[in-house]
């Protein structure tokens, strides 16, 4: 069978992609190494480097035609603006260059590996070998060699089996929009590496070259992991470009690494990217760190090129394997992939369907008292309009969290349901994330996070919800807002600090890691794990201004602003570069000419320190302090615009560290003084959290106990004692923790040391990073609160001692809640201004609470006797004893008429009016009484939630009505409508009664009675 025909077997039409991907695979035999987008013609060519062929098809319809035979190793392919020539680099050597136009083939023959080669916007080829970098005439096939100061290499063939060809060398070409800039990178060693697997640091060159000016630029980089994949992308006008992992920008001082990939495998021939400057975004698909397959997930990330935030991850249908490259219109990408070429349309690619949910968290509110099902409503919605399935469950089993719907189609919304009863034992916030799926959506969509939080009543705390990874805090000296960092995001979250809303939002380097405020609060400076500079923003604008570039290999991580001098800590991806133990440097790092160096000492000590180690300047910029996790602490002085001291005191410092004042600092649970020695323990158990200067001369500090809830301390230093006012609370403050595996490419950094606590001058507040975001604290959190204490209990009928289900119940005493509140009409809450009742550690329905008195519902199905606590904002009082009967009717005395108040809830079926001295009980006469206390019903009803009309709820325990003796017809008792513990007796009275001025009315239920003197008179 022909080579031809077996092609046509294979793409007899391009293969349409399956549900739930975007683009189609073009499917060939062989490995694709490279293509090449025809536009004029309306062709593709792809390198096909094991079968030695360039295969051609229909860039219209797919369909194939000829493939052109070339000799061995078809590596890079390129066509020229104009589409005249098509060059071939051949890896074992020479090229093959086809004058489309003249239908001619010129041949060359010379000893070099090809590693790629890209066409300017002349019609002249510039070629990268392992021997030079040279200028080709494709008409004549002259080769003019452009003097380099390195030698780029590569690997040998023959390869061992399993690696496959594209595998075996390190060099890529890219050429800017307008195609007057062109870019390669190279690798470059001085030997073989041994079966052609890349050392793990291999110097690499990157080399920039504009033709028409002859401006030729090398400079050394870096790769660690290796420079995978092996692709060049560049901007319209060559001032930025992705190479391999790693974006660069060229600025007015120089072309610095503004991001690289964080998690990324490095392998050279897996994955690929496009710089779309059309559309303002770049296209990535890349192995990440935990991957063992010998492919790459075939997923595409679509980011940010400011910083290579995650935008949306992408399901293809078959992985990238080289450069991915756009039709001259931008509005197509072809690429190499493992089973052939992978197109991607762009149209199709925004309008494919999708699922996502409308909101990233969803925060449920709780207490300890309150177990009733809680609800909220989120939408699954498909932003292309197409109405995209999904389905939503719990990641893991958890039988406290519902979510119905569980599957549908975009747009509908779903209910999320709590059972807050499941983590009442919690005292804190339980996260449970919700997985969305979809066989029609081609984004994998962003889980949605359901915090549950479970407060008891003295835990401290506000909590505002803001979702993902947040990993530090700052508060502007001069203006009511906060600044969150957001990690997974790349990000910085503007906080109003009055209304606790997100106000803005200001983009980072990737994978940030610290912020610091400059002391004259008009800068805002952010450091990044994957981005060779720190992000500045100006406080009055929000405006991102100038970044401060590091020394090329460094990234920055901790930093402090002093009066004198602002220092960072720092990763140092150089080997040689790296000090003793594998640690790193300090940086100095300049706001006046924004850079940052690398101090040969500080002061008289090595400028070596731990990657994880913390900075903190004193609160008026006087003081540095430096602490590691390996125990070492140092301290820089403005005044002297020195390190003065170092010291290692411990073999470990663990959660954080911070500078009290220019006197008094803290690492973990201990304070140091001005030398750094340490004085005193703070009295902290578990894990330290968060520490901070309150401004009135005391400290605040968070720690974590374990097990257990969390703490705020009020520290009072006087001498060497330390005092302490301790609160718990909402929920737990961030300490350091390790981050999931990787399973995309966004980063994730958490320092040893973490600084989570900040003060707010205004309004006077404390503000923490939390489960749920952040926890915001009063600046009063430690004022003593009375503990609540209950002297007496009755119910709120007849005021007398006799209690039962059903009962209306009062509950005197003192510090019983923090203010007056109350609801007139049902339902009525487990808690209410921070108390709650528990009867035998049932919460109770709570009608209106006040510093010492309760007004509460016992249920209608509680036992007959029971132990009391009330829970406030001063914790919980002692139990108190309530015997309860099966029934204890009281008729309520809260009627008026006119001036007269007090009056028993007896009403005259009649005139609908209360029953008066002038308006008695007559013979005949319906009445309706309104009691509490009777006891169980039927059908059961909810307590604290209004009764329902239909059914009836009636007693199950029948009373008896008497009057002046005489026994009256019961036609209803049971509860009113629309009320909760409130009852209703429906009595006829009968012809014959007699008549009096007060004649005693008595209900009798269950053993019990209660009674009431009523007029009667004739008719």
């Given amino acids: 069978m022909s080579r031809l025909i077996v092609f046509l077997l294979l793409v007899a039409a391009a293969m349409q992609a399956p549900a739930g991907t975007v683009g189609r695979l073009v499917p060939m035999r062989g490995t694709i190494s490279d293509v090449a987008v025809d536009d004029r013609r309306l062709l593709v060519y792809a390198a096909n480097f094991t079968a030695n062929r360039i295969e051609v098809f229909s860039s219209v319809d797919f369909s194939p035609r000829p493939p052109l035979v070339v000799s061995e190793t078809p590596y890079w392919i390129e066509i020229?603006?104009?589409?005249?020539?098509?060059?071939?680099?051949?890896?074992?050597?020479?090229?093959?260059?086809?004058?489309?136009?003249?239908?001619?083939?010129?041949?060359?023959?010379?000893?070099?590996?090809?590693?790629?080669?890209?066409?300017?916007?002349?019609?002249?080829?510039?070629?990268?070998?392992?021997?030079?970098?040279?200028?080709?005439?494709?008409?004549?096939?002259?080769?003019?060699?452009?003097?380099?100061?390195?030698?780029?290499?590569?690997?040998?063939?023959?390869?061992?089996?399993?690696?496959?060809?594209?595998?075996?060398?390190?060099?890529?070409?890219?050429?800017?929009?307008?195609?007057?800039?062109?870019?390669?990178?190279?690798?470059?060693?001085?030997?073989?590496?041994?079966?052609?697997?890349?050392?793990?640091?291999?110097?690499?060159?990157?080399?920039?070259?504009?033709?028409?000016?002859?401006?030729?630029?090398?400079?050394?980089?870096?790769?660690?992991?290796?420079?995978?994949?092996?692709?060049?992308?560049?901007?319209?006008?060559?001032?930025?470009?992705?190479?391999?992992?790693?974006?660069?920008?060229?600025?007015?001082?120089?072309?610095?690494?503004?991001?690289?990939?964080?998690?990324?495998?490095?392998?050279?021939?897996?994955?690929?990217?496009?710089?779309?400057?059309?559309?303002?975004?770049?296209?990535?698909?890349?192995?990440?760190?935990?991957?063992?397959?010998?492919?790459?997930?075939?997923?595409?990330?679509?980011?940010?090129?400011?910083?290579?935030?995650?935008?949306?991850?992408?399901?293809?249908?078959?992985?990238?394997?080289?450069?991915?490259?756009?039709?001259?219109?931008?509005?197509?990408?072809?690429?190499?992939?493992?089973?052939?070429?992978?197109?991607?349309?762009?149209?199709?690619?925004?309008?494919?369907?999708?699922?996502?949910?409308?909101?990233?968290?969803?925060?449920?509110?709780?207490?300890?008292?309150?177990?009733?099902?809680?609800?909220?409503?989120?939408?699954?919605?498909?932003?292309?309009?197409?109405?995209?399935?999904?389905?939503?469950?719990?990641?893991?089993?958890?039988?406290?969290?519902?979510?119905f719907p569980a599957s549908g189609r975009a747009p509908m919304d779903v209910t999320v349901e709590v059972d807050p009863a499941r983590y009442q034992s919690q005292t804190g916030t339980v996260s449970v994330l919700l997985n969305i799926t979809s066989r029609d959506a081609v984004n994998v969509p962003w889980p949605v996070r359901v915090l549950i939080n479970t407060k008891d009543f003295d835990q401290r705390g506000r909590i505002v919800n803001l979702p993902g990874r947040n990993v530090d805090i700052v508060a502007d000296p001069a203006r009511p807002r906060f600044y969150v960092l957001r990690q997974d995001r790349n990000e910085v979250v503007v906080v109003d600090s009055n209304t606790l809303e997100a106000v803005a939002r200001l983009k980072t380097g990737n994978t940030p890691v610290q912020m610091a405020v400059t002391l004259d609060g008009q800068r805002l400076l952010t450091t990044a794990d994957n981005s060779q500079y720190i992000s500045v923003h100006n406080l009055s604008t929000l405006a991102e201004e100038q970044p401060i570039l590091l020394p090329r290999y460094y990234f920055a991580r901790s930093i402090a602003v002093s009066e004198s001098a602002i220092w960072a800590s720092s990763r140092n991806v150089a080997e040689a570069e790296q000090c003793t133990g594998g640690r790193s440097r300090l940086l100095l790092v300049s706001t006046r000419t924004a850079r940052a160096s690398v101090?040969?000492?500080?002061?008289?000590?090595?400028?070596?320190?731990?990657?994880?180690?913390?900075?903190?300047?004193?609160?008026?910029?006087?003081?540095?302090?430096?602490?590691?996790?390996?125990?070492?602490?140092?301290?820089?002085?403005?005044?002297?615009?020195?390190?003065?001291?170092?010291?290692?005191?411990?073999?470990?410092?663990?959660?954080?560290?911070?500078?009290?004042?220019?006197?008094?600092?803290v690492a973990g649970f201990d304070l140091l003084d001005m030398s750094l020695f340490p004085t005193a323990r703070t009295g902290g158990r578990g894990t330290p959290a968060g520490a901070a200067a309150m401004g009135d001369g005391s400290f605040a500090a968070t720690y974590v106990a374990s097990p257990g809830p969390a703490y705020l301390d009020r520290l009072l230093v006087e001498g060497g004692a330390v005092g302490r006012r301790t609160v718990r609370l909402i929920e737990s403050p961030l300490i350091p923790y390790t981050p999931p595996a990787p399973t995309n490419l966004v980063g994730a950094t958490i320092l040893p040391l973490l600084r989570t606590l900040t003060v707010m001058a205004w309004p006077r507040q404390l503000v923490?990073?939390?489960?749920?975001?952040?926890?915001?604290?009063?600046?009063?959190?430690?004022?003593?609160?009375?503990?609540?204490?209950?002297?007496?209990?009755?119910?709120?009928?007849?005021?007398?001692?006799?209690?039962?289900?059903?009962?209306?119940?009062?509950?005197?005493?003192?510090?019983?809640?923090?203010?007056?509140?109350?609801?007139?009409?049902?339902?009525?809450?487990?808690?209410?201004?921070?108390?709650?009742?528990?009867?035998?550690?049932?919460?109770?329905?709570?009608?209106?609470?006040?510093?010492?008195?309760?007004?509460?519902?016992?249920?209608?199905?509680?036992?007959?006797?029971?132990?009391?606590?009330?829970?406030?904002y001063g914790g919980a009082s002692a139990s108190y004893r309530l015997p309860m009967a099966l029934a204890a009717p009281a008729i309520f005395r809260s009627g008026t008429a006119g001036p007269l108040t007090g009056l028993a809830t007896i009403v005259r079926a009649e005139n609908g009016e209360l029953v008066t001295f002038s308006n008695p009980v007559q013979p005949e006469d319906v009445l309706s009484i309104y009691l509490t206390g009777m006891g169980a019903v039927t059908p059961a009803v909810e307590a604290g939630a209004p009764v329902p009309a239909d059914p009836p709820a009636r007693v199950m325990l029948q009373p008896q009505v008497l009057l002046g003796g005489t026994s009256l017809e019961v036609l209803f008792a049971g509860l009113e409508p629309g009320q909760a513990g409130v009852y209703r007796i429906d009595a006829?009275?009968?012809?014959?009664?007699?008549?009096?001025?007060?004649?005693?009315?008595?209900?009798?239920?269950?053993?019990?009675?209660?009674?009431?003197?009523?007029?009667?008179?004739?008719?």
């Fill in 80 to 403: 020229s603006r104009s589409g005249r020539f098509l060059a071939v680099g051949h890896f074992l050597g020479g090229l093959t260059i086809f004058d489309l136009d003249a239908k001619q083939r010129l041949d060359q023959t010379f000893p070099e590996n090809v590693l790629a080669l890209a066409f300017g916007e002349e019609e002249i080829a510039y070629v990268a070998t392992n021997k030079g970098f040279y200028r080709l005439d494709p008409l004549t096939g002259v080769r003019t060699a452009i003097p380099l100061s390195f030698s780029p290499a590569t690997c040998d063939i023959p390869v061992k089996a399993g690696l496959r060809g594209v595998d075996i060398t390190m060099a890529a070409a890219g050429v800017s929009g307008d195609g007057r800039t062109l870019y390669f990178v190279a690798s470059a060693v001085g030997s073989t590496p041994p079966e052609c697997s890349l050392p793990t640091r291999e110097p690499t060159y990157l080399l920039r070259y504009r033709p028409q000016e002859q401006d030729l630029y090398v400079e050394q980089i870096l790769a660690e992991p290796p420079l995978g994949p092996r692709v060049v992308s560049v901007n319209e006008d060559g001032s930025r470009l992705m190479a391999g992992p790693a974006l660069y920008w060229q600025d007015s001082r120089e072309m610095y690494l503004r991001a690289q990939l964080p998690n990324v495998k490095g392998r050279l021939a897996l994955g690929g990217h496009a710089y779309d400057w059309k559309r303002n975004r770049i296209y990535v698909q890349a192995p990440v760190m935990d991957n063992t397959a010998t492919s790459a997930p075939p997923v595409l990330h679509v980011l940010d090129p400011d910083n290579l935030a995650v935008r949306e991850i992408l399901q293809l249908p078959n992985p990238v394997a080289g450069p991915m490259v756009f039709s001259r219109d931008m509005n197509r990408i072809y690429a190499p992939s493992q089973s052939g070429v992978l197109v991607l349309d762009m149209a199709e690619l925004d309008n494919a369907p999708r699922v996502a949910a409308s909101r990233e968290d969803v925060l449920f509110l709780a207490n300890a008292c309150d177990r009733s099902t809680m609800r909220q409503t989120i939408r699954i919605e498909d932003p292309s309009g197409r109405g995209a399935d999904f389905r939503i469950a719990p990641a893991a089993a958890d039988a406290g969290v519902r979510v």
């Fill in 988 to 1019: 006829r009275v009968p012809w014959w009664i007699r008549s009096g001025n007060a004649v005693p009315l008595v209900i009798r239920q269950a053993g019990a009675e209660t009674s009431v003197d009523v007029r009667v008179v004739p008719k």
């Fill in 599 to 665: 101090p040969a000492r500080l002061g008289i000590f090595e400028n070596c320190v731990d990657t994880g180690s913390l900075l903190a300047a004193s609160p008026g910029g006087a003081t540095a302090m430096l602490a590691a996790p390996n125990g070492v602490t140092m301290l820089y002085e403005s005044d002297s615009r020195t390190w003065v001291a170092a010291r290692q005191d411990f073999t470990a410092i663990s959660g954080t560290a911070a500078a009290f004042s220019d006197a008094l600092y």
């Fill in 768 to 872: 923490s990073l939390s489960t749920s975001g952040v926890m915001v604290v009063e600046w009063t959190f430690d004022t003593p609160v009375p503990t609540p204490d209950i002297s007496a209990v009755f119910n709120a009928a007849d005021q007398r001692a006799a209690l039962a289900p059903g009962s209306l119940m009062v509950i005197r005493g003192s510090g019983l809640a923090s203010a007056a509140v109350g609801l007139a009409r049902p339902p009525y809450p487990a808690a209410l201004d921070e108390a709650c009742v528990q009867l035998n550690g049932q919460a109770l329905p709570l009608v209106r609470v006040a510093q010492n008195e309760i007004l509460a519902l016992i249920p209608y199905d509680a036992p007959p006797s029971g132990s009391l606590v009330v829970k406030s």
